[in-house]
């Protein structure tokens, strides 16, 4: 059984720019969710998604936004990167999004972003 | 809300020495509770979960943890610790305040010496 797959793994993209990332959850998993990782910060949730739509949203501006597909693949996107948005991205994925309480997340190897 | 605080930041043993890795949770009800490992440059990997069955839970690679209600305490222990047990390891909480999306801790290096 294929684990969570995360794309790319590592990036380096220059201030101002926009990257998006790909997140494919393990087979019968609907509910992805994904985390920024900073040394500073720790895990913070970035946002939830099950069945193409958001369910929960953390706490990051407007500029960090993600979607869902049909075949539950899900992609984050950064617009305008900032220097601050350097970190590890997570993605985690479970078969239903009230799953995790009982369950956990199973997570991604991660993509590693660098904003120069 | 709920909360996790992770006591130390970085923990040193021995090789074969006994790991004691630290978990304080807030929460008005009773949670679900998480450990977690990530070995460098790899996501997070489930190690064991306390979800209000048996109050002592095990899990993989010899871990295990002990639900405390009274200590609001959820502490990680191996017997002994193995070189390859070096990693982040972090706590988890959720569902409580009427959410499932889990808090995590601010993580625990372990860091085992030969």
């Known amino acids: 059984k294929a684990g969570v797959t995360q794309t790319p793994r590592y990036l380096i993209k220059t201030r101002g720019q926009q990257v998006t990332l790909s997140c494919s959850p393990i087979?019968?998993?609907?509910?992805v969710s994904w985390y920024q990782q900073t040394p500073g910060q720790g895990l913070q949730f970035l946002f939830e998604?099950?069945?193409?739509?958001?369910?929960n949203k953390g706490n990051f501006p407007g500029r960090f936004s993600g979607r869902q597909f049909s075949n539950s693949r899900s992609e984050m996107n950064v617009s305008t990167l900032e220097l601050g948005d350097s970190a590890l991205y997570l993605c985690?994925?479970?078969?239903?999004?009230?799953?995790?309480?009982?369950?956990?997340?199973?997570f991604g190897s991660g993509t590693r972003l660098t904003v120069v | 809300a709920q909360s996790v605080t992770q006591l130390g930041s970085h923990v040193s043993v021995s090789e074969g020495a006994l790991v004691l890795l630290r978990c304080n949770y807030s929460?008005?009800?009773?949670?679900?509770l998480f450990w977690y490992v990530q070995y460098p440059n790899q996501g997070l990997q489930l190690l064991l979960k306390?979800?209000?069955?048996?109050?002592l839970v095990k899990g993989i690679n010899g871990f295990e943890a002990e639900f405390k209600k009274s200590e609001t305490s959820f502490h990680l222990t191996k017997p002994s610790a193995h070189m390859s047990d070096a990693a982040e390891y972090f706590c988890?909480?959720?569902?409580?305040?009427?959410?499932?999306?889990?808090?995590f801790g601010r993580g625990t290096s372990l860091i085992v010496h030969p």
């Open positions: 988890a909480v959720s569902g409580s305040g009427g959410s499932y999306i889990p808090t």
């Open positions: 087979s019968g998993h609907r509910s």
């Open positions: 985690a994925s479970s078969p239903r999004p009230t799953t995790v309480s009982m369950y956990g997340y199973t």
């Open positions: 306390y979800t209000s069955a048996a109050t």
């Open positions: 929460s008005s009800v009773p949670p679900y």
């Open positions: 998604y099950f069945s193409e739509t958001q369910r």
